[in-house]
């Protein structure tokens, strides 16, 4: 793809995705969700370092572009339980390829 | 990857990744200089909406974290290039990835 480098239809598909996992936190939620349906405070507490303000809003967020469900389930007292969606999941690629990136550079930071 | 999902040491790797290729920016001027090196005025133009001085500061975070170059060429006036590293090149599949799920993201936002 790089061989295509600086191609302005390019460049717009990646802001397009780049907008839609804005910031440090979203792309670690739905890591976080990908193993299974979770509830807030198990959220907050895997993806280390969140506030509970900013993953309320960043769960917000993450429903309104289809790629998370909150189900409130008729419990008493209620359950919410956050989970991904089939179009949340197709970010799996984008997550490995971070993943392993991630290793690498952490490396090279290490070894220089 | 993501049947791994919620693994804590993957999360830590993605966390590295995120860090280093924070915002909005990083990538799609990463994006750009996959082309070829290119000076400043280029980038910004190509870079659509990011203004100088946000421009400047990503450029020098880029090259701190040894993802681009900046040579200086002893002309008259002396002439500046930026150019992508080898590991700023190893992005290349987060990329691919991201251009591949924003494109899927796009029309899912628009036929729903």
Known sequence: MLSKGGCPKTMLSIRDALEAVEGRWK???????????????????????????????ELKNLEANKLIRRDVYDTFPPTVEYSITPHGMSLEKVLDELHFWGLSHRKKNIVK
């Open 27 to 57: 792309l670690l939620i739905l890591f976080a969700l990908s193993e299974k349906p979770k509830r807030f405070k198990q959220i907050a507490k895997e993806v280390n370092g969140i506030t509970d303000k900013t993953l309320s809003k």
